[in-house]
Structure formats: structure tokens, C-alpha cells
């Protein structure tokens, strides 16, 4: 999941916050926490009947709040589904440095959205993490990490 290199350069990191986008109460909570970068969450931790809630907590959170230094990384749906489309539009707005990708079980999924970046002239350096979460995930990991070349 972590891409250690940034720039060509090593980049460790010491800690990676994950967050729920629809919890305003962690999000304004980010600005006094020392981290190395923060995951927002779009995904597993926001219920169906509140993505858009998230979503607009998120891109409200990235207007108001500079987070000057430390690494940013969305996790959205699958954009296999209407939802993480809409996710990924809402976090191109916010300009991340990565975005994650939930479940990542073939090539193909990382492919769809460097497609889908491509397509809306997103920012060269926006990342793609995948996770591996699934068995079928785990026996294909060797073709995941290969796609990113």
C-alpha cells in the first residue's frame, strides 16, 4: 500500500492517520495531530446513506484546512460503481497526493482509474496505492505491483 518513493527519493514515514471523511469532529481534530500524512476515507467507514455527506465534509475540510507538509491520501469506492466515481471527481478537487484504492484483486483496477485520472488531466504526481485486502488479491499481487510501471 505505501509508495516509499516520492520523487525518486526514499520517503519513510512514521505514521499514517486514517480517518472517516463523515466524521467532522476527527477532521477538525487533523490540524493539532503530528503525522506524516492522513488517509481520508470514503470507502468502508462511511455508511451508503451518508457518501455524499462525506464527500462534501471532505471537500469543505480541503478548502478551509491547509495541511502544509504532510502527505494526503484519499480512499475512495471502486469506480466500478457509481459511487466511486463520484468519489474520485470529489478528490481531484481536493488535489491529494494519492488516491487509494479499496481491494485491489487484478491489474485492471489500477488501469481503470490511471485511465480515469488521465482522462480529467489530474495532476502527474497524484499517486495510485493499491490495498490488497482479498485472497484473490494476494495471490495476484505480483501483476498489481508490475501494472504500476
Known sequence: MVDF???NTVRPRRSLLSVP???KRALAKLKTLDCDGVIFDLED?????????????????FKDTPLAGRE????????????????LKAALECGPNAI??????????????A???AEADAPDDIKIWAMIETP???L????????SH
Open 100 to 113: 487509494l484504492l479499496p481491494k485491489v484483486e487484478q491489474p485492471s483496477q489500477i488501469q481503470d482509474v
Open 5 to 7: 518513493y516520492f520523487n
Open 140 to 147: 495476484n499481487a505480483a501483476s498489481i505491483a508490475e501494472s
Open 45 to 61: 467507514s462511511v455508511a451508503p446513506d451518508l457518501k455524499d455527506e462525506a464527500r462534501d465534509n471532505l471537500l469543505t475540510f
Open 21 to 23: 471523511a463523515i466524521n
Open 115 to 117: 485511465d480515469l485520472l
Open 136 to 138: 484473490k488479491g494476494i
Open 72 to 87: 494526503t491520501i484519499i480512499r475512495i469506492n471502486p469506480v466500478s460503481v457509481n459511487v466511486g466515481q463520484r468519489d
